[in-house]
């Protein structure tokens, strides 16, 4: 079928049935058993373009989708993917929709879907724009843009959702692990700035998702993204080394922590009695120096678990590890401008003690790759901690 007959038996069709039924005709040009052509491409663009996110009309004039039409469209996308029995096809579908990116029109509405699959747990979603971030890279700006979104929608407030955030490692590893690695890019970089920090309800969910799964930051590297056929796959960056920075600057950026939460009153009503209200054990909500402590446990024990038995490492990028090294340095540099004495300052011993052992273990279980020499080197230069100094003469004498 030529490109003008698929849109004129695509344009008898109003929004959004014309939506639905192009999103048939795509997978009809795009999957098969070959890559698809360029000219095949090019009109499954147009097709997007036109009947899918109403970009343009017949005569080529501009528009877009009104807040209506977004939600209709999201939900014709839900459906679709969710019916979808291989993943090939699904996320073939899904980068061809969403993929390029620089029309915020499409990131708007991909924000919106995404925020929606972590409401209502879809998996088929949530792994697709898994693999989305994994292409797009964790770090570009418009895998940060959607990850600040669905924060923005879930995880500023201490909601009753936090079981089903809890969740997603479980039902998507994938997109949790990609999720994470952006995260860790978006918070704690820079010591002389205002300090900006996760809020405290993502920090306890991600504690909660690493704590309970070793092998959870692995996941998009364990579990290959199936593309189509002819696309480059991405490299899946692990969070590990986003999540070293954390717990290491934590003590440094957090301030004398806040009382402790008691969990309220719960109400139980027992069968053939009345309501009444019993007051659970006292029990105390972690507090945020004490949450980064736990994350620092998980991490070292994910470190373990990101062990190769064959092949290069692949867990940890050594350069990203000597990025902490100047932000230690500078915090160090304004405490010796007051007189303050290093080795007896607690908060800088404890990130030095927290770099210490991160890299002890990493180093120990193979999970370090890149130039481990400068990694050491960087790490030399930071101010005396009789572990840390230990880890790296030991390392040094074995490379």
Same mark, same amino acid.
């Given at each position: 079928?030529?490109?003008?007959?698929?849109?004129?038996?695509?344009?008898?069709?109003?929004?959004?049935?014309?939506?639905?039924?192009?999103?048939?005709?795509?997978?009809?040009?795009?999957?098969?058993? /070959?890559? =698809?052509?360029?000219?095949?491409?090019?009109? *499954?663009?147009?097709?997007?373009?036109?009947?899918?996110?109403?970009?343009?009309?017949?005569?080529?004039?501009? @528009?877009?989708?009104?807040?209506?039409?977004?939600?209709?469209?999201?939900?014709?996308?839900?459906?679709?993917?969710?019916?979808?029995? %291989?993943?090939?096809?699904?996320?073939?579908?899904?980068?061809?929709?969403?993929?390029?990116?620089?029309?915020? @029109?499409?990131?708007?509405?991909?924000?919106i879907l995404a925020s929606m699959a972590v409401s209502a747990s879809s998996t088929p979603? #949530?792994?697709?724009?898994?693999?989305?971030?994994?292409?797009?890279?964790?770090?570009?700006?418009?895998?940060?843009?959607?990850?600040?979104?669905?924060?923005?929608?879930?995880?500023? #407030?201490?909601?009753?959702?936090? !079981?089903? $955030?809890?969740?997603?490692?479980?039902?998507?590893?994938?997109?949790?692990?990609?999720?994470?690695?952006?995260?860790?890019?978006?918070?704690?970089?820079?010591?002389?700035?205002?300090?900006?920090?996760? =809020?405290?309800?993502? !920090?306890?969910?991600?504690?909660?998702?690493?704590?309970?799964? =070793?092998?959870?930051?692995?996941s998009a590297q364990l579990n290959p993204a199936a593309l189509p056929s002819g696309s480059?796959?991405?490299? *899946?960056?692990?969070?590990?080394?986003?999540?070293?920075?954390?717990?290491?600057? *934590?003590?440094?950026?957090?301030?004398?922590?806040?009382?402790?939460?008691?969990?309220?009153?719960?109400?139980?009503?027992?069968?053939?009695?009345? =309501?009444?209200?019993?007051?659970?054990?006292?029990?105390? /909500? $972690?507090?945020?120096?004490?949450?980064?402590?736990?994350?620092?446990?998980?991490?070292?024990?994910?470190?373990?678990?990101? @062990?190769?038995?064959?092949?290069?490492?692949?867990?940890?990028?050594?350069?990203?590890?000597?990025?902490?090294?100047?932000?230690?340095?500078?915090?160090?540099?304004?405490?010796?401008?007051?007189?303050?004495?290093?080795?007896?300052?607690?908060?800088?011993?404890?990130?030095?003690?927290?770099?210490?052992? *991160?890299?002890?273990?990493a180093l120990a279980n193979g999970c370090v790759y890149g130039n481990i020499s400068n990694?050491?080197? /960087?790490?030399?230069?930071?101010?005396? %901690? @009789?572990?840390?100094?230990?880890?790296?003469?030991?390392?040094?004498?074995?490379?």
């Open positions: 079928m030529s490109l003008s007959d698929l849109k004129h038996t695509l344009r008898k069709l109003e929004f959004p049935a014309c939506a639905k039924e192009a999103l048939i005709k795509i997978e009809q040009l795009l999957v098969g058993r /070959a890559a =698809p052509t360029s000219k095949q491409l090019d009109i *499954a663009m147009d097709v997007i373009s036109e009947f899918v996110f109403c970009e343009t009309d017949r005569r080529g004039n501009r @528009r877009g989708l009104n807040p209506l039409q977004e939600l209709q469209l999201i939900d014709i996308i839900c459906d679709y993917l969710s019916a979808c029995t %291989n993943d090939t096809t699904k996320n073939t579908i899904f980068l061809s929709l969403f993929g390029g990116m620089e029309n915020q @029109r499409k990131l708007k509405v991909l924000s979603v #949530l792994l697709a724009v898994g693999v989305w971030l994994q292409q797009m890279g964790c770090s570009s700006q418009q895998s940060l843009q959607l990850v600040e979104n669905v924060i923005k929608d879930h995880f500023f #407030l201490n909601t009753s959702n936090q !079981l089903a $955030l809890k969740s997603l490692a479980t039902t998507a590893p994938q997109f949790v692990s990609n999720f994470i690695t952006a995260v860790t890019e978006l918070y704690m970089h820079d010591l002389q700035k205002a300090k900006k920090m996760p =809020p405290k309800n993502l !920090l306890e969910v991600i504690t909660s998702w690493v704590y309970s799964n =070793p092998s959870l930051c692995m480059i796959p991405m490299a *899946a960056v692990t969070p590990l080394a986003g999540l070293i920075h954390w717990c290491a600057l *934590a003590p440094l950026y957090i301030d004398d922590d806040t009382e402790m939460e008691e969990i309220p009153i719960k109400k139980i009503k027992l069968e053939d009695e009345k =309501p009444s209200i019993v007051k659970s054990l006292p029990s105390k /909500a $972690l507090s945020e120096s004490e949450l980064y402590i736990k994350l620092h446990l998980g991490v070292l024990h994910s470190l373990r678990a990101g @062990r190769r038995t064959h092949g290069p490492p692949t867990a940890v990028n050594a350069q990203h590890l000597a990025a902490l090294t100047p932000l230690v340095q500078a915090y160090a540099h304004q405490l010796l401008k007051f007189g303050v004495k290093l080795q007896s300052e607690t908060k800088l011993q404890d990130c030095l003690d927290r770099i210490g052992q *991160a890299v002890q273990v990694l050491l080197a /960087a790490l030399d230069t930071l101010p005396e %901690n @009789r572990l840390l100094r230990i880890i790296i003469k030991s390392h040094q004498q074995s490379i």
